[in-house]
């Protein structure tokens, strides 16, 4: 799906969320074609990354890191020409040698300094309509914190994707728990960053989409990833599969 017909059907994507979430896969029986939403992580430290995706002219959704040099021109020029934003919400790893950045949260922080942090970070990323985590192996581990995470994204009427950085993160069943429309990452793109690897990785994200009816794949803005949406998307033998955002994916649910 193109961007043009992307920025129609969006429209109406939000209205749906609140209603759709809960159901299971089996309910998408019926839909014309299986789903798939792709999310472009780590938006913000480059407006020439960034450009790359938005020439594909296909339907992405952009999650967009807080207080960076670009972080919200970008998220204001992404909404403006049609594509769906998200917050990438900073969080504390295992590995103290990754920097989460900017905006970050962390295991045993207050409720007072999760609420300030996080407004903050939504407030520097302009109609984000939902929030995915960056990093955050610990913090999605620890129930207490990410249930303090997740009220703030409760209040503010967005949607919430588990980037599931740790095989344990508790993040996706306490957002449906929270009854917050709520999504988990099914395969990263480009753990390779090599154009016949992001290849493959999205002929797997097919099949999990073409079996269970959608599924949710993450990339980042490197060339190699550009270059293989590219080709994926125009590629004749994938007509049988539909490119979404994610609040559209959110409608028939998991």
């Given at each position: ?56 002219d ?51 922080d207050?409720?007072q300094?999760?609420?300030d ?29 990410i ?8 209040k ?51 099949k ?29 033998h ?17």
């Amino acid at each position: 799906m193109n961007r043009r017909h992307f920025l129609l059907k969006s429209m109406f994507a939000l209205s749906g969320l609140l209603m759709g979430f809960g159901r299971r896969p089996e309910a998408l029986a019926g839909a014309d074609r299986p789903r798939l939403a792709l999310i472009i992580d780590d938006i913000g430290h480059s407006r020439a990354r960034a450009q790359e995706f938005l020439n594909l002219d296909v339907a992405l959704t952009f999650s967009v890191l807080p207080h960076l040099t670009y972080s919200r021109e970008l998220a204001i020029e992404m909404n403006r020409i049609g594509y769906e934003v998200m917050l990438h919400q900073p969080m504390e790893p295992y590995n103290t040698a990754n920097d989460p950045g900017p905006g970050a949260l962390f295991v045993g922080d207050s409720r007072q300094r999760i609420m300030d942090v996080m407004e903050a970070n939504i407030e520097n990323v302009p109609y984000a309509g939902g929030v995915n985590n960056h990093m955050g192996s610990k913090f999605t581990e620890s129930r207490e914190d990410i249930s303090e995470a997740l009220e703030i994204i409760k209040k503010n009427k967005l949607f919430f994707v588990d980037s599931c950085t740790s095989n344990h993160s508790k993040a996706h069943a306490t957002a449906r728990s929270f009854k917050i429309p709520s999504l988990s990452r099914r395969i990263f793109l480009d753990n390779t960053r090599e154009e016949s690897a992001v290849l493959l990785e999205l002929a797997r994200l097919k099949k999990c989409a073409l079996r269970v009816g959608q599924a949710v794949g993450i990339g980042h803005p490197f060339m190699p990833t550009a270059r293989a949406i590219h080709r994926f998307a125009r590629d004749e033998h994938n007509a049988d599969i539909e490119l979404v955002s994610v609040s559209e994916l959110l409608k028939s649910g998991v």
